[in-house]
T-cell receptor, first 115, second 113 residues
Framework: GAVVSQHPSRVICKSGTSVKIECRSL??????MFWYRQFPKQSLMLMAT?????????EQGVEKDKFLINHASLTLSTLTVTSAHPEDSSFYIC???????????FGPGTRLLVL | AQSVTQLGSHVSVSEGALVLLRCNYS??????LFWYVQYPNQGLQLLLK??????LVKGINGFEAEFKKSETSFHLTKPSAHMSDAAEYFC???????????FGTGTRLTIIP
């Protein structure tokens, strides 16, 4: 099956710094990638949808200047949390899908802790 | 707008017993429906999906789900629970497979030895 990786798996950073999370589709070309956020014991909330070569579409309430998304190639999307604060601590999960395909494939997630 | 309701945030069943996790959806267009499983500190793994073909869908690990349009339901079942089934289960809906998913709040399944 299709494999999606995320790097890093865990990151701890100081308040005010920026953190970049990578999402890669390893064995297929992902025309669309999604970024989700999951708080402890809660469901996944979609943050944004990114299509290769175009600007990401953010969900209502998600600050696009704080959560920068780049989808420069068909196998890589990055999420940068700028000027991170403790309330940004969460589990970030990406998924990837192919044009006209039915299924999204999820990465293993990145746990971010901002001190 | 779409939404998913998962009844029961926690379900406990004995090993070997029937597993039933409930999911009801709301969608203004014919839905695509998914069940995902999440183990601690991991991403989501697709169990099965409904994409307007057969209403009874079989997935991995012995799970299956039945799409019932009249009841707007997509309940997940497994005849005999295993200890390895203990995890968090999410039901999700989309308009089309490669569009954004709307997730339910999840059901934590505990298996009693």
């Amino acid at each position: 099956g299709a494999v999606v990786s995320q790097h890093p798996s865990r990151v701890i950073c100081k308040s005010g710094t920026s953190v970049k999370i990578e999402c890669r589709s390893l064995d297929f070309q992902a025309t669309t990638m999604f970024w989700y956020r999951q708080f402890p014991k809660q469901s996944l909330m979609l943050m944004a949808t990114s299509n290769e070569g175009s600007k990401a579409t953010y969900e209502q309430g998600v600050e696009k200047d704080k959560f920068l998304i780049n989808h420069a190639s068909l196998t890589l999307s990055t999420l940068t949390v700028t000027s991170a604060h403790p309330e940004d601590s969460s589990f970030y999960i990406c998924s990837a899908g192919q044009l006209l395909q039915e299924t999204q494939y999820f990465g293993p997630g990145t746990r971010l802790l901002v001190l | 707008a779409q939404s998913v309701t998962q009844l029961g945030s926690h379900v406990s069943v004995s090993e070997g017993a029937l597993v039933l996790l409930r999911c009801n959806y709301s969608s203004s267009v014919p839905p695509y429906l998914f069940w995902y499983v999440q183990y601690p500190n991991q991403g989501l793994q697709l169990l099965l999906k409904y994409t307007s073909a057969a209403t009874l869908v079989k997935g991995i690990n012995g799970f299956e789900a039945e799409f019932k349009k009249s009841e707007t339901s997509f309940h997940l079942t497994k005849p005999s629970a295993h200890m390895s089934d203990a995890a968090e289960y999410f039901c999700a809906v989309s308009n089309f497979g490669n569009e954004k998913l709307t997730f339910g709040t999840g059901t934590r399944l505990t298996i009693i030895p």
